[in-house]
């Protein structure tokens, strides 16, 4: 069945260093990988998203990129903040379903 | 922009009861998913409902059901509850026939289930 999975698990940065997150996914028919971040008590909230038919995408601080042959998909976050602590999901959406399959997460610890 | 509303926010329940709740989508949204998020884990999708109709259903049982109203707002019932059961109920909406995908979460409601 459609699986992502997501490591590592926790990550643990000084703050203004970098943090990556890596996701695989298992259906090749996936075509929108969002990544969400959901902070203590919260609903999860969308920081980034990516397409099938585009390699990389940058917003400010925060990029995403796609290796569909590989199946991978990857976040990163640059010169990361106490306020980036959170934790991050990443997400596939199998071929036009509006259905999300969910990594298991990542907890993103930033000390100052 | 109104965003996802869910109540209630938090309640609890002993096994074998039955449980309602409720979800008011994004404004302008005509599309309402529920997603299960136990303690540590990833939201599991649970279903989707689009005009008012389960439009997709994840891997759980029936006694999870739902209804999506002519507002777009939906109710998320679970019948005779289990301990399992226990866990955030996310809400989410979108616009169906969109192209960005995204989905809108509300902050969720957390079952306890003793």
């Known amino acids: 069945g459609e699986n992502v999975e997501q490591h590592p698990s926790t990550l643990s940065v000084q703050e203004g260093d970098s943090a990556v997150i890596k996701c695989t996914y298992s259906?090749?028919?996936?075509?929108?990988f969002p990544w969400y971040k959901q902070e203590l008590g919260k609903g999860p909230q969308l920081i980034i998203d990516?397409?099938?038919?585009?390699g990389e995408k940058k917003d400010q601080r925060i990029a995403v990129t796609l290796n569909k042959t590989a199946k991978h998909f990857s976040l990163h976050i640059t010169e990361t903040q106490p306020e980036d602590s959170a934790v991050y999901f990443c997400?596939?959406?199998?071929?036009?379903?509006?259905?999300?399959?969910f990594g298991t997460g990542t907890r993103l610890q930033v000390f100052p | 922009e109104t965003g996802v509303t869910q109540s209630p926010t938090h309640l609890i329940k002993t096994r074998g009861q039955q449980v309602t709740l409720r979800c008011s989508s994004q404004?302008?949204?005509?599309?309402v998913s529920w997603y299960q998020q136990a303690l540590g884990q990833g939201p599991q999708f649970i279903f989707q409902?689009?005009?008012?109709?389960?439009?997709g259903r994840g891997n759980f049982p029936p006694r999870f059901s739902g209804l999506q109203f002519p507002n777009y707002s939906s109710e998320l019932n679970v019948n005779a509850l289990e301990l399992d059961d226990s866990a955030l109920y996310l809400c989410?909406?979108?616009?169906?026939?969109?192209?960005?995908?995204?989905?809108?979460f509300g902050e969720g409601s957390r079952l306890t289930v003793l």
């Open positions: 989410a909406s979108s616009v169906r026939d969109r192209v960005t995908g995204e989905l809108f």
């Open positions: 259906d090749s028919a996936s075509n929108y």
């Open positions: 990516i397409r099938s038919n585009v």
């Open positions: 997400a596939a959406e199998p071929y036009n379903t509006d259905k999300l399959i």
């Open positions: 404004s302008g949204h005509n599309t």
């Open positions: 409902y689009y005009r008012e109709e389960e439009n």
